[in-house]
T-cell receptor, first 117, second 116 residues
Framework: NAGVMQNPRHLVRRRGQEARLRCSPM?????VYWYRQLPEEGLKFMVY????????ESGMPKERFSAEFPKEGPSILRIQQVVRGDSAAYFC???????????????FGEGSRLTVL | AQTVTQSQPEMSVQEAETVTLSCTYD???????LFWYKQPPSRQMILVIR??????QNATENRFSVNFQKAAKSFSLKISDSQLGDTAMYFC?????????????FGQGTRLTINP
């Protein structure tokens, strides 16, 4: 059973370009989380999605950032017009459900490291 | 809102020693999950141990055990017989059990170094 798959592992963008990060959850998991980790800091929650629905986006910056999890295909975190402060590691996690709630076990991908020049 | 605090930015011990990492949290929830995650230099987030708040018994996983004090809102991690491979960042995390959007809230982390 493959784990949570994230790609690309490393992405370099120039200021003003767009960054797209992809996440495929573990088989059977229909809920996905995105977290951001700045250097020497902990993980900060960004967004929580289920297929075709955003459950909680309270951690997402209001501008330039968006996330989706379509019916088919991976979840996408999109950052438009990137700035140097967007440089960070972006982690995706998925969780199995018990009924409608997470079991509390999050499985993380290896992260995507974004560098903005 | 829930908050998680790790008051030890860095710790260092000799191989084979026992080390305890501290974590406190603040919540008005009565039932929730608590976690310790390990992040080695590879940056992969690895679940070390998980505790359900309604369970009084402290969770253990081989050399890893927790001291869960619900009234004090404290959740420390004890690593026994520490090994060089235990060198990593350790993050304490909280998730509510039910109701509304569940998400992991992380502490700031403790950098643990095991010296040979």
């Amino acid at each position: 059973n493959a784990g949570v798959m994230q790609n690309p592992r490393h992405l370099v963008r120039r200021r003003g370009q767009e960054a797209r990060l992809r996440c495929s959850p573990m088989k059977g998991h229909s809920h996905v989380y995105w977290y951001r980790q700045l250097p020497e800091e902990g993980l900060k929650f960004m967004v929580y999605l289920q297929k075709e629905n955003i459950i909680d986006e309270s951690g997402m910056p209001k501008e330039r950032f968006s996330a989706e999890f379509p019916k088919e295909g991976p979840s996408i975190l999109r950052i438009q017009q990137v700035v140097r402060g967007d440089s960070a590691a972006y982690f995706c996690a998925s969780s199995p459900l018990l009924g409608e709630y997470s079991t509390g076990e999050l499985f993380f991908g290896e992260g995507s490291r974004l560098t903005v020049l | 809102a829930q908050t998680v605090t790790q008051s030890q930015p860095e710790m260092s011990v000799q191989e084979a020693e026992t080390v305890t990492l501290s974590c406190t949290y603040d919540t008005s929830e009565s039932n929730y999950y608590l976690f310790w995650y390990k992040q080695p230099p590879s940056r992969q987030m690895i679940l070390v141990i998980r505790q359900e708040a309604y369970k009084q018994q402290n969770a253990t996983e081989n050399r890893f055990s927790v001291n869960f004090q619900k009234a004090a809102k404290s959740f420390s991690l004890k690593i026994s017989d520490s090994q060089l491979g235990d060198t990593a960042m350790y993050f304490c995390a909280f998730m509510k059990h039910r109701g509304g959007a569940q998400k992991l809230v992380f502490g700031q982390g403790t950098r643990l170094t095991i010296n040979p």
